[in-house]
């Protein structure tokens, strides 16, 4: 709790292009939490590093996202947006949990595995402890809600494991975080391969709604998506190109799935997908649009990355030192 309110921490890495799945699954829901709770939102540029980046690449998207964070709707005055690496304490806390968490567990992974498989040319260290740098990243603001995709939740469960098991030997030092996900837009799959999800690192374009397309990329790519030859919108298993598709539009304004194939009945996909694309470009658009306002305002940002990083700093700090006396450190003479 801080000032009576429960704790939110989230974040998102600085690789690769945002998707709309990126926004459906966890961006939009961050917003709507942020009067609710406490909110740290985090750009996590430590996480980027398990796979090999350009530097000034790197640096440039990682001011795109906190930008993208604030123009999707995030106050930076009341949030707490800032980066992973403007925080110490989270690669300390990182290697005392490293301490506390099993090989065995993290094999389990199946981003690590995925990941592994992708980039058989690096599987460093990093990539194997990332959900352990993950579970500090939690716990070190306390968190009480963390809302992610669904793709993100077994590395809440470790965390929450891994805090349990601390808690076991150590009395109550940390928040067991509860994981959040939105009704809508918790898996938004590929849109050539719906069996797969929505991802920044798909190699094909089309697979994916990037933030920053313009209107004529999103409704061109929502003309191509894969569908089926059964011609009828209907929210089923059966039909996940159908599904993914009204799952996006479900997300986008609001309906139920229901309503919306009662609003699509007897009409061809041709119609549908045109409806789907322009509910996304009204979502996107605005979020554009502020995108690009916000980026002139280069010291109205760099005052809010300095101001933030601090506060994170003081909550973190705060943590840590509990941490490190619970296990055995000598305390700092003051
Ligand atoms: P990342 O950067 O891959 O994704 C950011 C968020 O977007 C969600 N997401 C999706 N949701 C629905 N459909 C999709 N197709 C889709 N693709 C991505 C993810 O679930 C996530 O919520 N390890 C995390 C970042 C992280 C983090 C944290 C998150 C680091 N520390 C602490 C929460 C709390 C990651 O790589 O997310």
Same mark, same amino acid.
């Given at each position: 709790m801080i000032d009576g309110k429960k704790v939110l921490f989230s974040g998102m890495q600085a690789t690769g292009n945002l998707t709309l799945g990126n926004y459906l699954g966890a961006l939009k829901n961050w917003v709507t939490m942020s009067d609710e709770y406490e909110c740290f939102y985090c750009v996590v540029d430590e996480h980027s590093i398990t796979i090999r980046q350009d530097p000034a690449e790197l640096r440039k998207r990682a001011r795109a996202l906190l930008t993208l964070y604030i123009a999707a709707g995030l106050d930076p005055e009341k949030n707490c947006i800032y980066? +992973?690496?403007? =925080? *110490?304490g989270h690669a300390e806390l990182a290697w005392i949990l490293n301490c506390y968490t099993y090989m065995g567990e993290l094999n389990r992974m199946t981003q690590f595995k995925d990941k592994s498989a992708k980039h058989a040319d690096n599987i460093n260290a990093g990539l194997f402890t990332y959900p352990v740098l993950m579970a500090a990243d939690i716990l070190l603001y306390q968190a009480d809600v963390v809302p992610v995709g669904i793709d993100q939740m077994q590395h809440l469960e470790i965390t929450r494991d891994i805090a349990q098991r601390f808690n076991s030997i150590y009395? $109550? =030092?940390?928040t067991i975080p509860e994981g959040y996900l939105g009704k809508v837009g918790a898996k938004i799959m590929s849109? +050539? $391969? &719906?069996? %797969?999800k929505m991802s %920044? *690192? $798909?190699? /094909? &374009? /089309?697979a994916s709604i990037y933030l920053m397309d313009d209107p004529d990329t999103i409704m061109r790519k929502f003309k191509r998506a894969v569908t089926d030859s059964e011609a009828c919108v209907r929210y089923t298993d059966e039909q996940p190109g159908v599904k993914n598709l009204i799952d996006i539009y479900a997300a986008c304004t609001g309906k139920l799935p229901t309503d919306i194939e009662h609003e699509f009945s007897g009409k061809g996909y041709g119609d549908f997908k045109e409806a789907v694309g322009e509910s996304v470009v009204s979502v996107l658009k605005p979020v554009q649009d502020r995108v690009a306002q916000l980026s002139n305002d280069k010291s109205y940002i760099d005052q809010m990355i300095k101001k933030n990083a601090e506060k994170a700093d003081y909550y973190a700090t705060k943590t840590l030192r509990k941490v490190q006396h619970k296990i055995g450190f000598p305390d700092r003479i003051r």
């Open positions: 980066y +992973q690496s403007h =925080v *110490s009395g $109550d =030092v940390f849109l +050539q $391969d &719906p069996t %797969k %920044k *690192s $798909d190699e /094909n &374009p /089309n």
